[in-house]
């Protein structure tokens, strides 16, 4: 047998494989050892391992290249098209291929994103771009949020900047989102997240429609912070979602943002046209920017069976506030929800929450539940939970992320109890809504 590394084979050559059962693959070489080769196959961009004793004949189509590598774009400016703040802060979207492992790095920079959307110079000028990070969003953190918000505002302060365009990984885009939406208040102009759940190199990359969309949309004016991705699985629409309400619903598909207890404001379509949702106002003030987080805050998830004493661990830690994700309407377990005494007085979470609420750490409750509310006022258990502390902040809809960035920009604010809660219960961008509608929730469930 004949040993691969003899051939004179090339990471990054184009070639025409074909094996002894009469099945060809054409794809570019990405390793090659002594008994296989790994091809990125042409026509789905999917890897393929091809052994060498099932190969009848190997054809070099075409030289050597640097596959999964772009060109930096040429940014020209235009006039006629709105001024455009780029901020790139990694993510797939930003990835570029290791052919040595086939997996992928955040190491594009916002010119080579922008080289994979050749037209996007026809809806807009980009006339600043910004790297502020080249990471995934799973790394991302408050100081990232204080640093991309600040670079927006700065954007929303010139006048010479039209709209702004995030592009960012897509696991903690609502993060980021809502970080934004609440570290700048009378946002007066487009700030619009996107993502890809592909990488560049998969034929079924979505991230350049996704900036082709927002470039789109910039025209409309629409002031505010939200997210443009994939409304289908195809290329025909995205959804113009606000930050402090959508959410991601799935893993890997390209349709996975959706709106939650809410409608999107906008679609914008592949022929180039856009259907407005709902009117969007645009703010009397001047933008400000409050950007301060307060790190010791806890986002803590409420199961069946849990310790209550974790409770501890946050005011033995020195943390100021803490969200909890109860079940429904906003339960955790308390031995008072039924009649049935057989339930261990360890379990129940109440002492520990007044213990807490004591010490003068602010707790407030949010639901598992995407849809709907929170509400203290249906079960009498959950009275005994308001009791010990607990706030429900009038029975709101905020997304248990959201709350959790809320409460500790809230915590740096303000220094009295009594100026966080209303704080908190106050809609600042969008993330309470006072009315549910069921068209909502149907919505946001199709095509998923």
Same mark, same amino acid.
């Given at each position: *047998?004949?040993?691969? @590394?003899?051939?004179?084979?090339?990471?990054?050559?184009?070639?025409?494989?074909?094996?002894?059962?009469?099945?060809?693959?054409?794809?570019?070489?990405?390793?090659?050892?002594?008994?296989?080769?790994?091809?990125?196959?042409?026509?789905? =961009?999917?890897?393929?391992?091809?052994?060498?004793?099932?190969?009848?004949?190997?054809?070099?189509?075409?030289?050597? %290249?640097?596959?999964?590598?772009?060109?930096?774009?040429?940014?020209?400016?235009?006039?006629?098209?709105?001024?455009?703040?780029?901020?790139?802060?990694?993510?797939?979207?930003?990835?570029?291929?290791?052919?040595?492992?086939?997996?992928?790095?955040?190491?594009?920079?916002?010119?080579?994103?922008?080289?994979?959307?050749?037209?996007?110079?026809?809806?807009? !000028?980009?006339?600043?771009?910004?790297?502020?990070?080249?990471?995934? =969003?799973?790394?991302?953190?408050?100081?990232?949020?204080?640093?991309? $918000?600040?670079?927006?505002?700065?954007?929303?302060?010139? !006048?010479?900047?039209?709209?702004?365009?995030?592009?960012?990984?897509?696991?903690?885009?609502?993060?980021?989102?809502?970080?934004?939406?609440?570290?700048?208040? @009378?946002?007066?102009?487009?700030?619009?997240?996107?993502?890809?759940?592909?990488?560049?190199?998969?034929? =079924?990359?979505?991230?350049?429609?996704?900036?082709?969309?927002?470039?789109?949309? %910039?025209?409309?004016?629409?002031?505010?912070?939200?997210?443009?991705?994939?409304?289908?699985?195809?290329?025909?629409?995205?959804?113009? +979602?606000?930050?402090?309400?959508?959410?991601?619903?799935?893993?890997?598909?390209?349709?996975?943002?959706?709106?939650?207890?809410?409608?999107?404001?906008?679609?914008?379509?592949?022929?180039?046209?856009?259907? +407005?949702?709902?009117?969007?106002?645009?703010?009397?003030?001047?933008?400000?920017?409050?950007?301060?987080?307060?790190?010791?805050?806890?986002?803590?998830?409420?199961?069946?069976?849990?310790?209550?004493? +974790?409770?501890?661990?946050?005011?033995?830690?020195?943390?100021?506030?803490?969200?909890?994700?109860?079940?429904?309407?906003?339960?955790?377990?308390?031995? $008072?929800?039924?009649?049935?005494?057989?339930?261990?007085?360890?379990?129940?979470?109440?002492?520990?929450?007044?213990?807490? @609420?004591?010490?003068? *750490?602010?707790?407030?409750?949010?639901?598992?539940?995407?849809?709907?509310?929170?509400?203290?006022?249906?079960?009498?258990?959950?009275?005994?939970?308001?009791?010990?502390?607990?706030?429900?902040?009038?029975?709101?809809? *905020?997304?248990?992320?959201?709350?959790?960035?809320?409460?500790? %920009?809230?915590?740096?604010?303000?220094?009295?109890?009594?100026?966080? +809660?209303?704080?908190?219960?106050?809609?600042? =961008?969008?993330?309470?809504?006072?009315?549910?509608?069921?068209?909502?929730?149907?919505?946001?469930?199709?095509?998923?």
């Amino acid at each position: *047998m004949t040993s691969l @590394n003899k051939l004179t084979l090339n990471v990054g050559q184009l070639l025409v494989v074909k094996t002894k059962k009469d099945i060809e693959y054409e794809g570019y070489l990405l390793k090659k050892t002594e008994d296989k080769i790994t091809l990125k196959l042409l026509d789905n =961009s999917y890897n393929i391992d091809v052994f060498l004793e099932n190969i009848k004949d190997i054809k070099e189509k075409q030289a050597k %290249i640097t596959p999964g590598k772009l060109e930096k774009k040429t940014i020209k400016a235009s006039k006629a098209l709105p001024n455009v703040l780029l901020i790139a802060t990694g993510g797939t979207i930003g990835t570029h291929v290791d052919y040595n492992t086939g997996a992928v790095s955040m190491s594009r920079s916002p010119e080579e994103i922008i080289s994979v959307v050749p037209d996007v110079d026809k809806y807009i !000028n980009l006339k600043e771009i910004v790297s502020v990070s080249t990471k995934g =969003s799973e790394d991302i953190y408050y100081k990232d949020w204080q640093t991309i $918000s600040k670079a927006v505002y700065d954007g929303l302060l010139d !006048n010479s900047i039209d709209g702004i365009i995030i592009s960012h990984g897509t696991d903690t885009l609502a993060y980021t989102g809502a970080a934004i939406s609440l570290m700048l208040e @009378n946002v007066n102009k487009p700030v619009l997240l996107i993502g890809a759940q592909k990488s560049p190199d998969r034929a =079924s990359f979505d991230g350049s429609f996704n900036l082709l969309c927002a470039a789109k949309f %910039i025209s409309k004016k629409t002031p505010g912070v939200f997210s443009v991705m994939h409304g289908s699985m195809n290329d025909d629409f995205c959804s113009v +979602i606000q930050a402090t309400k959508v959410y991601k619903l799935h893993t890997s598909r390209r349709d996975a943002f959706k709106a939650i207890n809410d409608s999107p404001v906008a679609k914008i379509f592949e022929d180039k046209s856009i259907e +407005i949702i709902k009117d969007v106002k645009k703010p009397l003030e001047k933008p400000k920017l409050f950007n301060n987080f307060e790190d010791k805050t806890g986002l803590l998830f409420v199961y069946p069976n849990q310790d209550p004493k +974790i409770l501890d661990w946050y005011l033995e830690n020195n943390y100021k506030g803490l969200v909890l994700v109860g079940t429904g309407l906003g339960h955790l377990p308390t031995g $008072s929800g039924g009649q049935d005494k057989e339930f261990p007085e360890n379990k129940n979470w109440l002492p520990y929450l007044k213990k807490a @609420n004591d010490k003068g *750490m602010i707790i407030v409750m949010s639901s598992q539940c995407l849809f709907g509310r929170v509400n203290n006022k249906v079960y009498s258990n959950l009275r005994y939970v308001s009791d010990a502390g607990v706030e429900y902040l009038n029975s709101h809809d *905020m997304l248990y992320f959201v709350a959790y960035i809320k409460l500790a %920009i809230a915590l740096k604010r303000f220094t009295k109890k009594e100026e966080v +809660i209303k704080y908190l219960e106050t809609n600042v =961008s969008g993330e309470i809504t006072t009315k549910e509608l069921p068209k909502d929730f149907e919505d946001s469930l199709k095509n998923l």
